[in-house]
């Protein structure tokens, strides 16, 4: 007869209803399936760890986005912000469902003509765009965000040499009431520098002006931020009209609308804190149409929301891998993935959810990541049942960031599966080997013989 392991034992309040002025303690009950597709099905056919998307996540969030900006706004663009996730898949399919690319690199932006989005559907940001970005995004005909004076100078230069004028913005930043002002990209609104640049453009003539650009921040919990936002750049865009009767074709108000993720120290959980997406449109539509613009020169409204898009689509599976004491009585688990791969969780209290049934009672719990590092922490302090070696978890809200911003470091980087809108995983990502981490190395010929 197997000797059963040890459990502490723990003497936990029974809670009923709400409890306390933020409400009832969630509970731990097992996510056993992601759109029907078993967890357990998930790893033994892609591994552990292993991320995993929701298709119809993602169409539900961006259909819920459209309907929310345009029953209150005329003329909506979104457009994906690829550095959120740049999956082939997860790209083409914001695309199928109408949205352009915002894009703020070289290899963003080829990716984004290789997934088949035309050049003047791009919109190429970012402060590090060298004179061979700016041809290319010229070639193609892309509005170009211009972020510094020194940009500016080298599009005058490069206009020179080519055969039509390349279609510009400028990019705004200002102050929102939100602190620490987002005040590194662009030109200030307050201090006259936004006014110094569109001089400039102005004047010299060789630049085609068609909008202009702000991202106020990342993650923001304010909407009425983008409502003062929405208000200087209408400000500015009717100011290039009385001044030089240039009507913009777009003002484009960027993304950072916030996830359902509890931020790390917040007191109330992510989905009670954060604005709705009604809140973000109210606040913005409110704004352009309360401006004073005419009928027939009200500009297009660009959204290059990401996080909020796709972060609750995606979830990180996997395995426990061991229980442990530490030094001061707190229970410690560690787990196969660690902060290499769930980069967020430096930001954000993730939810954890088992994905088998198990005790009644939990305790609070650290969970680390199998990394030879002692800040590799996925959650200080976490509630959970007693998890046993081999058991599994479902991690919430990871499809921001994570894939993009993950390292490989110690371990390689798992698969990354996608869910159709019928129930069908299918692999958009394969698992890292040796063999894919050594490509890009070379050995010089002397190394070849080590001699041991």
Not at 261 to 280: C, E, I
Not at 325 to 337: P, V
Not at 365 to 372: A, H, N, T
Not at 424 to 445: C, Y
Request: charged fraction near 20%.
């Amino acid at each position: 007869m197997q000797k059963k392991a040890y459990e502490r034992p723990v003497i936990q309040r029974v809670q009923t209803g709400i409890t306390s002025k933020v409400g009832a303690q969630y509970g731990n009950r097992p996510v056993t399936d992601i759109d029907g597709v078993p967890v357990k099905q998930l790893i033994e056919r892609y591994g552990s760890p292993v991320f995993v998307l929701s298709e119809r996540k993602i169409r539900q969030n961006l259909e819920a986005a459209n309907r929310a900006f345009k029953t209150r706004y005329p003329k909506v663009q979104f457009a994906w912000s690829y550095k959120t996730n740049y999956l082939n898949a997860v790209c083409r399919a914001f695309h199928q469902a109408g949205s352009w690319a915002e894009v703020v690199s070289r290899f963003e932006y080829e990716k984004a003509l290789k997934n088949g989005v035309p050049g003047p559907k791009i919109l190429f940001n970012g402060p590090d765009k060298t004179d061979e970005d700016l041809r290319l995004a010229i070639q193609h005909d892309s509005p170009i965000h211009i972020d510094h004076l020194d940009e500016l100078y080298r599009l005058h230069a490069i206009a020179d040499e080519v055969d039509h004028k390349p279609r510009v913005a400028i990019r705004i930043n200002m102050d929102t009431g939100v602190y620490p002002m987002w005040d590194r990209f662009g030109f200030n609104y307050e201090n006259g520098q936004a006014w110094d640049a569109l001089n400039k453009i102005m004047t010299m003539g060789k630049l085609e002006l068609i909008g202009l650009h702000t991202h106020i921040g990342t993650y923001m919990m304010s909407a009425s931020a983008y409502h003062i936002a929405a208000t200087k750049m209408a400000d500015l865009a009717l100011g290039l009209r009385n001044r030089y009767g240039k009507v913009v074709t777009y003002i484009d108000m960027g993304g950072g609308f916030a996830s359902h993720n509890t931020l790390k120290g917040s007191y109330l959980k992510g989905a009670d804190a954060v604005p709705s997406m009604d809140d973000y449109a109210e606040a913005i539509a409110s704004a352009l149409l309360s401006a004073g613009f005419n009928q027939d020169e009200l500009p297009w409204l660009y959204l290059e929301t990401g996080r909020a898009l796709i972060d609750d689509a995606g979830f990180l599976l996997g395995t426990v891998i061991s229980n442990k004491r530490l030094s001061d009585g707190r229970k410690a688990t560690i787990m196969d993935f660690g902060v290499n791969i769930l980069f967020t969780s430096f930001w954000y209290d993730h939810k954890i959810s088992p994905a088998q049934d198990s005790s009644s009672y939990a305790e609070d719990s650290v969970l680390y990541g199998p990394l030879c590092m002692n800040i590799d922490v996925v959650r200080e302090h976490v509630t959970l049942p007693p998890l046993h070696a081999g058991d599994q978890v479902v991690v919430h809200y990871v499809g921001a960031y994570n894939i993009t911003q993950s390292m490989q470091f110690i371990t390689l980087r798992p698969a990354v599966v996608m869910i159709d809108h019928k129930g069908t995983p299918h692999l958009i990502k394969q698992v890292e080997s040796l063999e894919t981490l050594e490509r890009g190395e070379v050995t010089p010929d002397y190394l070849n013989e080590i001699g041991l």
